[in-house]
């Protein structure tokens, strides 16, 4: 049972343009949503997180929307750079554990200069 | 400040055959997680650590996996005998605490290749 999905396994975008990833949810408890960039050989680094008492959180170049309704989480990069090429997770955390990461299956997000 | 160390990174061996895997957290970090994360899947955790105590292993293996956390600071985590599907990247995070806003830091991950 996927709780957490990322239906696009890649994205290609031009550099300077909009990126738009984006992340389905089925566990009404998860409360707390993390974005993770990961490039080849090395561990998930956090990007940017969302508290499900906010519909949006900027940082940077990176913005998160929460639609809790919909059960559904966008990252936007504005604008897209070729250093932004990795693979992008979405997480969640909520309910009986907080401890306790759930992750999507991931995006490969490519930009070309 | 150091981050999460694990090794080996890389590791081959003949199916059947025991393998350990060693993390070292951030210093300060009183959790520790092991996750497994398979080709094209998203990391999925194995066990978590508060300090010593295996605090969730409900989706560790017990019949081959074991892990343990020694003084509550360095971790390792064994698989035996193993099987051909164990082949995946086995990814060690910490974090100060398990609360919900407490970011986790993840080591670069050993790389198993069963043969």
């Known amino acids: 049972d996927q709780q957490v999905k990322q239906n696009s396994p890649s994205l290609s975008v031009q550099e300077g343009r909009i990126s738009i990833l984006n992340c389905d949810y089925t566990?009404?408890?998860?409360?707390?949503f993390l974005w993770y960039k990961k490039y080849p050989a090395e561990g998930p680094t956090f990007l940017i997180s969302?508290?499900?008492?906010?519909d949006k959180n900027e940082d940077g170049r990176f913005t998160v929307f929460l639609n809790k309704s919909a059960k559904h989480l966008s990252l936007h990069i504005v604008p897209s750079q070729p250093g932004d090429s990795a693979v992008y997770f979405c997480?969640?955390?909520?309910?009986?554990?907080?401890?306790?990461?759930?992750f999507g299956q991931g995006t490969i997000l490519t930009v070309h200069p | 400040e150091a981050g999460v160390v694990q090794s080996p990174r890389y590791k081959i061996i003949e199916k059947k055959q025991p393998v350990a895997f060693w993390c070292n957290p951030i210093?300060?970090?009183?959790?520790l997680y092991w996750y497994l994360q398979n080709l094209g899947q998203g990391p999925e955790l194995l066990i978590r650590?508060?300090?010593?105590?295996?605090?969730?292993d409900s989706q560790l293996p017990k019949d081959r996996f074991s892990a343990e956390r020694l003084k509550g600071v360095d971790s390792t985590l064994k698989i035996q005998p193993a099987e051909l599907g164990d082949s995946a990247v086995y990814l060690c995070?910490?974090?100060?605490?398990?609360?919900?806003?407490?970011?986790?830091?993840f080591g670069p991950g050993t790389r198993l290749t069963v043969l």
């Open positions: 566990n009404s408890m998860f409360d707390y």
């Open positions: 997480a969640a955390k909520g309910g009986t554990s907080y401890g306790k990461l759930t």
């Open positions: 969302i508290s499900s008492i906010k």
């Open positions: 650590y508060e300090n010593e105590e295996a605090v969730d």
């Open positions: 210093s300060g970090h009183n959790t």
């Open positions: 995070a910490s974090s100060l605490t398990s609360g919900a806003r407490v970011e986790q830091f």
